[in-house]
């Protein structure tokens, strides 16, 4: 069935008015073919004739005998679907598009049509999901039989209505999955959806249903667990859907590769909550995963798996303070996971070009945090205070978000600046192409994408700073510290090159700080009251730090504890209130505080507490940073690890000793003392206030200063080393 071959030719040249001749003469000699007629009408309508159009086949279809029309109709259909598929095949989409809406008028069950117009209009960017319930295109989907339905189109459309996030696209999707024989192939429309909304953190639940939904079809698929467990754990912050998703995929592992990561996911729930006693077996396993691991000197899992397995022991700094064993487990990990990557990836050896006095060093920094985030917060000072006359600076953000912070202090003070997605052959050619001599992670274990380009080595020389502690990929060569950041045997078990500053391995100018928004009077805690913080995520909150926080307020009469952090309310309330019980501490003593909507809120909110209590074995950093800047005196216990010491440099490069602590038992000592004698915690104000105009820990300038210096040094190092090369 097609148009009449005499008239070819000027439907190929536009001629709609021959055509219209042709067939008009057709049927005023009254030709008893029924699709010459139906011809005539779609020759009128290609020349924008529509009410001539619909009267004609109107007009037809009127004489039809009840036992022909339904046979008339779908020839009908089919003339006009063919027709509309062919000016889509032309690129007239406009009139494809005005051919299906009469086909809908005049067959509104053709399923196919409303797919082809549903596509039509989302091209167009007219289409709204309600339109599926006008044209009853889930009743279709429920009563259409499968050998009907076109397969390729509706998988065409199930992956471009994922751009509209609502019930009904979830109801559109579960009904096109009756019609599609292999359900992992709308599982792979779904994964490009499910890694945009959760990054936009926008349509958080959308993006949860769209997981949901495919693992009804694939239940044992790791990558949508993952994917789930992620989304949960980042967006929703319900602890208990997202530990029983995390079990579930560690039960669903078979490798050891698989279940390293499987039984991190656990763990760091179970931190993330402040659910502690759990903790001694699974760490165990973890362990003895680690080390079965390093064992085989390979992975065995797809590669999603393996692109976050470096992340595994990032859980360890938070249960212990032992170093030396993090340390070797991660390096030894991190030699395989390079390895692998490289195996995997397009490695390609760096090269620097040749360094005429004239050229200033490329220094390139990395991060996904560079916006209103702890990181974004600290490092803003460095691109602020470099020297652009001897330094040439290139940001690479990775799928990040861009806020105000990010505009003003990374964008507007680098030469450079990509907003890169988190592909990882794109990120390291972009890196190559731009020559680099020096590239700087800022993230270091907190985000797979940026470990993964580190070990590909697109600069010839590669530093960690801030993030988390060093990653111990082999093709890093710096890690950037102090002297108190890590203590004097850290070069024995650290596989990068420590670099230690003069003076602190990280320095700010200072917050910014809004307006308080809590008061005594709103918590119920007398003016004469000694007031004691805690600010701490769960991660952090241990069962003996809360044991010795409470020791504290047990033997400072007339003393309260504002708790304060992301966790799981209600398990942190239980911790705090079962140890108070125990040490015979009224509850009434306590207070749960929710988080401040802004950081300049929770900086100003901070002067509420006569003392700040750190954690231990991982302090603060940010917070301790903060802490400091708004004169409050803190408490810290000094570790051996990275994550331990943090609180002790900012405090000694702050020029206070008083709250330094190497035990517990001194730790509770300093609390005790500093909430006993008003004027010790009046002298550490008056020494942090002064500090502001001479302590190192507020003079970026200078740290900026520290820092280029051992770029240079850095530099000059590899120089000599490669001059045969140059």
């Known amino acids: 069935m097609q148009w009449h071959q005499d008239i070819q030719p000027h439907l190929n040249d536009n001629n709609y008015q021959r055509v219209v001749q042709f067939y008009e003469q057709l049927t005023d000699n009254n030709s008893p073919v029924i699709e010459d007629y139906f011809y005539l009408g779609l ?73 082809h117009l549903m596509e039509l209009e989302i091209q167009f960017q007219i289409f709204a999901m309600e339109k599926c319930n006008d044209w009853c295109v889930f009743e279709l989907l429920e009563n259409t039989a499968t050998a009907a339905v076109n397969q390729d189109l509706l998988l065409r459309v199930t992956e471009k209505v994922l751009i509209y996030p609502c019930t009904d696209t979830i109801h559109f ?75 579930n995929f560690y039960k669903s592992c078979q490798t050891t590769t698989e279940k390293l990561l499987g039984i991190s996911l656990v763990i760091g729930i179970l931190q993330a909550k402040g659910d502690w006693g759990n903790l001694p077996k699974f760490i165990d396993e973890l362990i003895q995963l680690i080390e079965r691991q390093i064992n085989a000197k390979q992975f065995n899992a797809p590669p999603f798996i393996i692109d976050s397995i470096l992340g595994v ?64 917060w600290l490092s803003r000072w460095l691109f602020h205070y470099h020297n652009r006359d001897k330094f040439q600076i290139y940001t690479y953000f990775v799928n990040q978000a861009a806020d105000e912070i990010t505009e003003k202090w990374f964008i507007n ?17 972009q890196i190559r192409q731009d020559n680099l001599d020096i590239l700087v992670d800022i993230d270091s274990l907190t985000n797979n994408t940026t470990y993964l380009v580190m070990a590909l080595k697109p600069a ?85 730090m809360i044991y010795l926080q409470l020791q504290i307020l047990q033997q400072v009469p007339n003393s309260y504890l504002l708790i304060k952090g992301f966790a799981d309310k209600e398990t942190i309330r239980e911790l705090f209130l079962k140890s108070a019980d125990e040490l015979g501490i009224s509850q009434d003593r306590l207070r749960f505080l929710p988080n401040d909507l802004h950081e300049e809120t929770h900086r100003a909110n901070l002067g509420i507490a006569d003392i700040v209590l750190d954690t231990y074995p991982y302090n603060g950093a940010t917070t301790t940073l903060e802490t400091l800047w708004m004169g409050i005196p803190l408490v810290t216990r000094v570790g051996e690890q990275f994550a331990a010491r943090n609180s ?24 005790i003392k500093l909430g006993l004698d008003k004027n010790l915690r009046e002298e550490v104000r008056y020494q942090l206030r002064q500090s502001r105009h001479t302590s190192p820990l507020w003079n970026a300038k200078q740290f900026t200063r520290d820092l280029e210096t051992a770029y240079q040094q850095m530099w000059n190092i590899y120089s000599l080393s490669h001059q045969d090369e140059v």
């Open 43 to 115: 020759a009128y309508l290609l020349q924008d004739r529509e009410e001539d159009a619909q009267a004609t086949w109107l007009l037809v279809l009127s004489q039809a005998a009840e036992s022909e029309l339904s046979g008339w109709i779908e020839t009908l259909t089919q003339i006009l679907d063919a027709e509309a598929t062919r000016q889509e095949n032309s690129q007239r989409l406009e009139t494809s598009y005005l051919i299906r809406l009469h086909l809908q008028n005049l067959n509104p069950s053709f399923l196919n049509n409303l797919l």
């Open 173 to 247: 999707l579960e009904l096109a999955a009756l019609h599609i024989k292999n359900p992992e192939i709308i599982a792979a429309k779904v994964i490009s959806a499910i890694v945009n909304y959760a990054y936009q953190r926008k349509q958080s639940v959308f993006a949860i249903n769209l997981v949901e939904l495919c693992l009804r079809f694939l239940p044992e698929d790791l990558y949508l667990q993952n994917s789930l467990f992620n989304l949960y754990k980042t967006t929703t912050f319900d602890y208990k859907k997202a530990l029983e998703i995390a079990d």
């Open 313 to 376: 022991t990032s859980c360890l700094p938070y249960y212990q303070d032992n170093p030396k064993i993090n340390r070797y487990l991660q390096s030894k990990l991190a030699e395989i996971f390079q390895a692998d990557v490289r195996n995997r990836y397009n490695y390609i050896a760096p090269v620097s070009s040749p360094k005429s006095p004239a050229r200033k060093i490329k220094i390139g920094y990395i991060a996904h945090t560079l916006r209103r985030h702890s990181v974004g």
């Open 413 to 429: 003070n680098s030469d450079y600046s990509y907003n890169l997605p988190a592909k990882i052959e794109q990120i390291t050619a």
């Open 460 to 544: 010839p020389i590669q530093v960690t700073w801030l993030g988390l502690d060093a990653s111990g990929i082999p093709a890093i060569d710096y890690f950037i510290a102090d002297n108190y950041v890590l203590p004097e045997n850290a070069e024995e078990i650290y596989s990068e090159k420590i670099i230690r500053l003069p003076n602190s391995y990280l320095s700010v100018h200072g917050f910014e700080v809004g307006v308080p928004t809590r008061r005594r009077t709103d918590l119920n805690i007398p003016d004469d009251a000694i007031i004691y913080l805690t600010v701490q995520s769960g991660l952090k909150r241990t069962l003996n």
């Open 648 to 671: 002790y440099t900012f405090m000694k490069n702050a020029g206070i000793s008083q709250g330094i602590a190497w035990s517990d038992e001194e730790y509770v000592q300093w609390g």
